[in-house]
């Protein structure tokens, strides 16, 4: 069970890491075969970015966020994300921390995927040579190549300027409380953190373990703890994601990884077999079933815990009962 874990995460490492090499929408090569010049431009505002009440995020990093999350298109059911930005700017300048949450994935996700695939060396790559290049591994299906070119293909070719950074938003949804992301920005400074204890050069889980003393691991978990009591299910699941930066112990990890995110979906995370998480885990595992629900598939994936459904259960009771610290070690 170790290896099916530590191999997902290792998959996830190795793609993110590539997807967030190029952060500058403005720095991708333009299109010979569309216009350069931005469309909607009259309802794109700049954002106030306004002063931060947490130490700025750096812009250099990568975060340990899953493949699922990275590759997840944030609003599906849009099409073109220069046109679905020009409609909620508006919104996002007015308080609506839900429109500027959408903003910054929707910019996050452009300027991750298509610099990824879709640039090399500064050059434009088409998409039928994207796919055919992609063809020869497993870490990416066509549908999801082609959404990215359909969804951010305008706005990379934009001039973005005035819509702001994805960083931008996120933090200004952070300060006006969106779950989401207070979320995602506590998973910054935990995944920030993790990378610093990386740089020690040791493979042991025990010597990646998160420097708790630190300043910017309080504010995550005093994040955490307002987003919990807002999405109880999406603060389990992120806390099942770092489990190996918070424990620093693989086994323990392992355990209490599947008891939260099972404990996750009890608490209403997309865990149905259309949740990208699960499409992604299925692509590479053939024992998925078809009747299999997300919350089916990790008891599967976890039978060597059977006590793992109480383990879920207890989770949820010390988040609801105000115990984050033991879920922050891994002691459920």
């Known amino acids: 069970m170790r290896s099916k874990l530590t191999v997902i995460l290792s998959v996830a490492v190795v793609i993110l890491a590539a997807a967030w090499t190029v952060h500058a929408v403005r720095e991708t ?22 002063t931060a009440s947490f130490p700025e995020i750096r812009k250099d990093f990568s975060p340990s966020e899953t493949i699922a999350r990275s590759q997840q298109p944030p609003v599906s059911e849009e099409r073109d994300y220069l046109d679905h930005i020009g409609r909620d700017l508006p919104a996002a300048r007015n308080g609506d921390s839900a429109a500027m949450l959408r903003i910054a994935d929707a910019l996050r996700y452009c300027q991750s995927g298509y610099a990824a695939y879709f640039t090399r060396a500064g050059k434009r790559r088409s998409l039928d040579e994207v796919i055919a290049r992609a063809a020869t591994s497993n870490v990416i299906s066509t549908e999801q190549l082609t959404d990215i070119h359909d969804r951010c293909a305008s706005l990379i070719d934009s001039d973005s300027s005035a819509i702001g950074t994805a960083d931008e938003w996120l933090n ?49 978990r005093e994040l955490i703890v307002d987003a919990a009591t807002k999405d109880t299910g999406e603060a389990l699941w992120m806390l099942g994601e770092h489990q190996l930066l918070l424990t620093g112990d693989e086994d323990r990890a392992e355990k209490s990884r599947w008891a939260l995110d099972l404990a996750a ?23 998925c079933q078809p009747d299999e629900t997300g919350a089916d598939l990790i008891k599967r994936i976890a039978a060597n815990h059977p006590d793992i459904d109480y383990l879920s259960d207890s989770a949820i009771s010390k988040l609801e009962s105000s115990k984050i610290d033991d879920l922050l070690e891994g002691k459920l």
């Open 29 to 50: 090569a333009k299109s010979p075969h569309r216009s350069s010049s931005p469309r909607n431009e009259k309802n794109l505002v700049e954002p106030d970015p306004g």
């Open 172 to 220: 200004n949804a952070t300060k006006a409380g969106n779950a989401r992301a207070q979320l995602q920005t506590a998973a910054r400074y935990l995944s920030e953190l993790g990378l610093e204890a990386a740089k020690t050069g040791s493979i042991s889980a025990s010597s990646r373990k998160i420097n708790k003393s630190d300043p910017r691991f309080s504010i995550a």
């Open 265 to 287: 979906c009890k608490r209403g995370y997309d865990c149905s077999q259309s949740a990208a998480w699960y499409k992604d885990f299925c692509r590479g595992d053939l024992n």
